[in-house]
C-alpha cells in the first residue's frame, strides 16, 4: 500500500503503515535478527542505547503476553509470528541518572526496525494499549524500564487490510510548524 506522495521519498517510509492481517509464515530467523540490528543503529543521547527488546515467538508466551492486552488487539495481533516487545531502560548507565530521552531513543529505533522491515517485504504494527505497569513487574530490572510498544511483525495476509480503509492522513508540515509567541 503506497502512500500517494509525489514526494521523492524513500519507498519503505511511503509504503509502511500499520496493518492488522498478517501471513502465518514465519519470520526468516536471519532477517529478525537483522531487523533488530537496525534498531540498534539508531542514533541515541550520548550513544545510550537505551532500547531493550523482548521477543516473542512461541504461542505459549502469546498466550502469556495476551494477558496483557486489550481485546481489540488480541484480534488479530497474535496473528504474526512475531512480537517485538519494546522498552527503554530508564538509567544513564554513566551516572546513574534518569535518563529523559530513553522514549525518544527507543521510538527511533523502532522506526528504523520498521522501515527494514518494510524493506525486506515484512509489514509491522506498533501497539501502544497494553497493561505497561503490570506488565513491566515481570522482567529483571522491571523497574528501571519503560515499556512502550508490542511491535507485530510478519509477512502481509492475502487480505492485507490497513488499520483504516484509506492511508490515514497526515497532517500537513504547515500544520505542525511551530509558531513563537507574538
Ligand atoms: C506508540 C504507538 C502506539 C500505538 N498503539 C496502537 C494500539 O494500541 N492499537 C492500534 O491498533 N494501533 C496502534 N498504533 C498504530 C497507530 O494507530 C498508527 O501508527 C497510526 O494510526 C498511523 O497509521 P499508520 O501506522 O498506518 O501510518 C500505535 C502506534 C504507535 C507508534
Redesign the pocket.
Known amino acids: 500500500m503506497k502512500r500517494k506522495l509525489e514526494a521523492d521519498i524513500m519507498p519503505e517510509i511511503k509504503e ?3 496493518t ?1 492481517v498478517f501471513s502465518s509464515e514465519p519470520v526468516d530467523a536471519k532477517d529478525l535478527e537483522e531487523i533488530l540490528l537496525a534498531g540498534t543503529l539508531a542514533p541515541s543521547a550520548y550513544n545510550g542505547q537505551p532500547w531493550r527488546f523482548y521477543v516473542v515467538t512461541e504461542q505459549a508466551e502469546k498466550e502469556w503476553l495476551a494477558e496483557y492486552m486489550l481485546p ?2 488480541k484480534e488479530w495481533i497474535f496473528d504474526a509470528p512475531v512480537l517485538i516487545l519494546l522498552a527503554g531502560y530508564l538509567e544513564d548507565e554513566h551516572n546513574g541518572l534518569y535518563n529523559y530521552w530513553a522514549m525518544f531513543d527507543s521510538g527511533c529505533a ?1 522506526g528504523y526496525m520498521s522501515l527494514e522491515a518494510q524493506r525486506r517485504g515484512y509489514v509491522t ?5 497494553f497493561d505497561r505497569v503490570d506488565l513491566r513487574s515481570m522482567f529483571q530490572l522491571g523497574e528501571k524500564l519503560d515499556l ?2 508490542i511491535i507485530a511483525l510478519g509477512r502481509p495476509g492475502k487480505t492485507e487490510k ?3 480503509e484509506k ?2 492522513q497526515r497532517k500537513s508540515v504547515n500544520a505542525v510548524m511551530l509558531r513563537r509567541k507574538e
Open positions: 509502511r503503515h500499520s492488522t481489540a488487539e523502532w504494527h506498533c501497539v501502544g494499549s512502550y510498544g490497513a488499520l483504516f492511508s490515514p
